[in-house]
């Protein structure tokens, strides 16, 4: 017994004799909410959380959400000022302004990269971010020109966003390499909206869900590769044409590789300039 004890305490120590820089890094890999509570291991462990880089808050791991609110916020109030790498925020609360204060707070810190679901439509402060880099929004609204003042934006994924009626959704950021639209849907009513995308780096551009009455690639180089998988099942045959051989207008001259998906069974790629149906 006495034995197990003293190897307990030796493995503690060896843990404590890291570097503090080796512990932020495991720490941040861990959900925030048990990074915290490694304060009550020794006197050292008391103050590593507050300089961690990285912070991944997920409302499933308090009960409530008025405690996952207060959480969030006394992890704010007490962290270090120093940068911060990455925020990852799982969160089913609604409330604007509480969501508002921790972008606010992750962009203020020089955040390079933020991952959120449930996101009400992105803040000014989120949407001027020079030092962002990666950005992931699930469940978020979108309309008009989202993303044009991200200046160093390089990575966007947008999950299951909703399309406001009449929209012309424009996807512009200078140093755009990747965006991967997945899962695009305008809610009960369908009805046409025209897709922008204009970005001088862009090399892939994936998008799975409602078909764009009207699409548009100006401004983009020639890119890798090009994804479309499209739902057309709203739309009348006339209607499908049209749309369809708008994209192919727009891409076929600006994409090595093209796939086109829009029902079981039938696709078009394009690899070489050649191209094939399936």
Not at 31 to 53: F, G
Not at 180 to 203: A, I, K
Not at 216 to 235: A, K, N, T, Y
């Amino acid at each position: 017994m006495k034995k197990s004890k003293a190897s307990e305490e030796n493995a503690k120590d060896r843990l404590s004799d890291l570097p503090d820089s080796l512990i932020h890094h495991i720490l941040s890999s861990l959900d925030t909410k048990n990074a915290v509570q490694t304060c009550v291991l020794s006197k050292r462990w008391n103050h590593l959380w507050t300089y961690l880089p990285s912070l991944n808050f997920d409302s499933k791991s308090l009960g409530d959400l008025t405690s996952f609110k207060k959480f969030v916020l006394y992890v704010l109030s007490r962290r270090e000022p120093s940068n911060l790498h990455t925020l990852k925020f799982y969160n089913r609360s609604l409330d604007k302004t509480f969501v508002g204060r921790v972008i606010c707070y992750a962009v203020s810190h020089s955040v390079q990269e933020i991952y959120m679901d449930n996101a009400p439509p992105p803040t000014y402060e989120l949407l001027s971010s020079i030092s962002l880099r990666t950005l992931l929004l699930e469940l978020c609204s979108l309309y008009d020109d989202h993303f044009s003042r991200c200046l160093n934006l390089e990575n966007l994924i947008l999950d299951r966003c909703n399309i406001s009626e009449g929209e012309v959704i424009k996807i512009s950021a200078p140093r755009l390499v990747m965006v991967n639209m997945s899962r695009v849907d305008f809610g009960m009513y369908p009805y046409p909206y025209e897709l922008v995308v204009s970005s001088p780096r862009l090399s892939s551009f994936c998008y799975q869900g409602i078909c764009p009455s009207t699409f548009s690639m100006d401004g983009c180089p020639i890119l890798d590769r090009v994804d479309f998988r499209l739902c057309v099942s709203h739309m009348e045959n006339q209607e499908v044409f049209s749309a369809l051989k708008n994209i192919l207008q727009e891409v076929i001259l600006r994409a090595k590789l093209l796939t086109m998906m829009w029902k079981k069974g039938f696709m078009v790629r394009l690899q070489s300039k050649t191209l094939i149906l399936l």
